[in-house]
């Protein structure tokens, strides 16, 4: 890329993102006279582009189209064709994040919902009773992609005793470790400005069931009304989806938001260092469980069951670990001939030692 094509992408770019960095890893299709851009929206097998050309509409067949993780996603750098009717994206570059959940079907494919996301935003309505396992099973998903976690509580105008605000802040807190948890209002313009500053100048992709609210805090977070707003359900606080697809946007006061559709359905997709960060003290416990393998479960000298007992650890908690910890192993295991086998193995100990356990006690009962 010569300097002045350089020059040329940074100040076009860079309110998207763009850095040095981007721009060295491009240098290789800059020679071949590829632009540069980054994708603002994919539907049906194309993609909207923002380019120092302006935006481009291309097409995305030449990107492996038949795995589900290496397709073309909003929030990826792209080398696009200069011209051509279609015009091509040839390639995109290597990821630093990528947010990514198992698909609704039973086949042990993940999806890739967006890419280069500096800060993830779990919108969680106040609108309706908490649920912290949600909460903990998107905040896992958010750890692994490489992001910065941030749940903010929406609709906090619905809420009006500050205590009992403050209480479920907390709530949150305790089910977040390491995660700033915010309280907003986008109605009265509550807790934005402390939201803003805090994904300001970088990518932040915004998350969340339908219905809690997450259109109308892009909507207050972009200054201007982009993203449709639809009522909820009064007596469960869902909505339809009113975003269908991700849109990658500008914000007026720096950085750029993804946002997406309502995920009704929140998977796992080989997210063990998620769960292990989501659940921090429970693996910090395990370090001083008698057994290295201990599951936590009746075991002697459990760190973790002690910490139960004493009340130092919510029993809440092991069991939502021990839930996403199951669920991460079989979608891994789904992929993962040698840790197929190992789980097997493992079953049939566990199933052994069961089996002698009621055999002495039959023998004791005699």
Known sequence: MTSTSRSTAHSALSPYGWDEDWADAFA????EGLLPGRVVRVDRGQCDVVTPDGVLRADTAFVTPH?????????????????GNPRYVRTYLPRRTAFVRSTSSKRSEGQI????????IVAVSLAVELDLARVERFLALAWESGAQPLVVLTKADLVPDPVTLAHLVQDVETSAPGVTVLAVSAALGEGLDVLAAVVGGGTAVLLGQSGAGKSTLANALLGEDVMDVQATRDVDGKGRHTTTTRNLLVMPGGGVLIDTPGLRGVGLWDAGSGVGQVFAEIEELARDCRFHDCAHESEPGCAVLAAIDD?????????????????NQRIVAKTDARLRAEIRKEWKRRGAIGKAAMEAKRGHLR
């Open 28 to 31: 290789p299709y800059a020679a």
């Open 67 to 83: 795995d589900p993780l290496r397709v073309v996603c909003t929030g990826d750098w792209v080398a696009v064709e200069p011209d």
């Open 113 to 120: 919902l967006a890419a280069n996301v500096d800060h993830a």
């Open 311 to 327: 009340g130092e650890l919510p029993e809440r908690r092991l069991e939502s670990y021990r839930k996403l910890m199951r669920e």
